[in-house]
């Protein structure tokens, strides 16, 4: 049977400077979602990249003294070095100044102009240079950038010009008959009540006050708007071209999620849905607003000096504790925040207390009492019944949840299995049952079942924690990945090894102050 399909995507990640943790948390839970769909059985494909032009990187590259092109290969490289430092699973990288994607950019611009999409006109308005957009007065916040709070500027210019307004009535249409298709629901109402509503403005779709970007190939001096550049990467590298498409791009899409920042639903929503109609080609399925990662209280930004980067974080903590703090944090429609004071309280109590500390006491217990080797003798009590019955039920649990990208609480119900776990020891006592010969095969029932919540749980931690995930099978010695309980298993485990060890807090503070 063939298997059922799932593409995923991230934003792809502006190249003006190094990202810093709240822009790779995307990319993390993009990785958790495609792996946790392969676990089950899907055929994935999992895109993220880079996002490369516009008048911003051309400035950026002008105070660093080198071409665009130079400046734009060194921060790629930066930010494909940081997704696989956090050991992301992307099935593609891709970049908007590969030639292939400018040259299909092209094309879809001019077959738009064709079409009568798109007109040459002008353009007054109020500039913001950082988001590359232009607002009308009524869009502006206390006079600044709706979206990020900076200094704007009056620009007049020629420009094309994109009639957004011919497709209001078809995308409200879609998004009322579509009710999952923006994600969370504030987010939606947001888009429905500011943007929708009060009447879609023509979209200005390029530029002539700059020249980094992908050119209008029948009017030069325009380069096209780069979020006409930037969203169509969602097709342009799995096959899409005007004329013709891909056997990938049929298999693919539509879309199935697209994962992005909360700052920029209106151009994936609004924007990215009409280009989409306007192509006669249909509309992903799902875009999920994700919230931002805070530090303390606030949004990190260089000049407020409270950035953290992913590297860093990595080589204080370890990769699969960072994964685990920002997958674990982050709440479904509000915005997390991280600090070290929480990421040491977050790795003891769950990561060392809980999980480590059950994985230890229990292979070190089957070692001790059985000299490694267990089995299921079923010697079962009251307390056991409750039990497995968790063991079994997870699986339903957390496919609900992740179904609903609600990934920081299925990640709280395997621990919550791993804590229900010590209490079973806690319970069964199977040092007291050591002690009597004939309480042997109740013992080594006991041991069974630990084995069997480590195990289950193990399965499921492959999709946020990979690395741990492997040294806990490699303790186990199975290769047994089943979701369910299972009866009949033979555990000859390797030796107990320490997974986290618990953090001296005010030591590991004082070295970070210290750096």
């Not at 229990?362 to 009251?382: A, L, P, R, W």
């Amino acid at each position: 049977m063939e298997k059922q399909k799932y593409y995923i995507s991230t934003a792809i990640a502006y190249t003006s400077s190094k990202p810093h943790i709240g822009n790779t948390y995307e990319v993390v839970l993009a990785d958790a979602i495609a792996r946790f769909k392969r676990l089950k059985g899907y055929d994935v494909y999992f895109q993220t990249g880079t996002d490369e032009h516009g008048e911003k990187i051309e400035l950026k590259a002008k105070e660093a003294g080198i071409e665009p092109q130079a400046y734009v290969d060194q921060i790629a490289g930066e930010i494909k070095h940081i997704w696989d430092i956090m050991n992301t699973s992307y099935d593609r990288f891709v970049r908007t100044t590969d030639p292939h994607h400018e040259q299909v950019v092209q094309r879809i611009f001019k077959k738009l102009y064709d079409q009568g999409d798109i007109y040459l006109g002008k353009y007054e308005g109020w500039y913001c240079t950082p988001c590359e957009s232009f607002f009308t007065e009524t869009q502006l916040v206390d006079g600044k950038c709706p979206d990020c709070g900076r200094e704007v500027h009056m620009a007049s210019e020629e420009a094309y010009f994109f009639r957004l307004s011919n497709y209001q009535d078809r995308l409200m249409k879609y998004i009322e008959d579509h009710p999952d298709f923006i994600q969370p629901e504030s987010r939606k109402n947001e888009m429905i009540n500011n943007f929708i509503k009060p009447g879609l403005q023509d979209l200005c779709v390029s530029r002539t006050s700059f020249s980094w970007g992908v050119p209008v190939d029948f009017n030069p001096k325009h380069v096209i708007y780069v979020w006409i550049d930037a969203l169509t990467n969602y097709i342009t590298n799995i096959g899409y071209d005007v004329d013709h498409v891909s056997e990938e791009f049929v298999k693919y899409w539509p879309a199935d999620l697209h994962l992005i920042g909360k700052d920029i639903i209106r151009f994936h929503t609004i924007y990215w849905p009409i280009i989409l109609m306007a192509l006669d080609l249909p509309l992903p399925k799902q875009v999920f607003g994700h919230p931002w990662m805070l530090f303390g209280n606030d949004k990190m930004s260089k000049s407020k000096g409270n950035v953290m980067y992913a590297d860093d974080l990595v080589d204080l903590f370890g990769v699969d504790a960072i994964r685990y703090y920002v997958l674990h944090e982050m709440p479904f429609a509000n915005d997390g925040t991280i600090t070290y004071d929480l990421i040491i309280d977050r790795v003891n109590s769950d990561l060392a207390n809980i999980l480590g500390n059950l994985v230890n006491r229990t292979i070190s217990m089957v070692h001790k009492y059985f000299d490694g080797t267990v089995c299921n003798k079923h010697v079962q009590e009251e307390n056991d019944f409750e039990f497995i019955s968790e063991i079994r039920t997870l699986d339903q649990r957390i496919s609900e949840k992740m179904d609903r990208l609600e990934v920081g609480d299925a990640l709280e119900d395997i621990i919550n299995l791993l804590r229900r776990s010590n209490k079973y020891i806690d319970e069964t006592t199977p040092w007291v049952l050591a002690k009597e010969e004939a309480k042997k095969d109740r013992l080594e029932t006991v041991l069974y079942h630990l084995l069997e919540a480590i195990r289950v749980a193990s399965t499921f931690l492959e999709a946020f924690l990979p690395e741990t995930s492997a040294k806990i099978f490699h303790q186990l010695n199975s290769e047994n990945h089943a979701f369910d309980f299972q009866e009949n298993e033979v555990y000859q485990v390797n030796k107990a090894e320490v997974l986290f060890a618990r953090i001296d807090k005010e030591e590991k503070l004082r070295d970070i102050k210290s750096v």
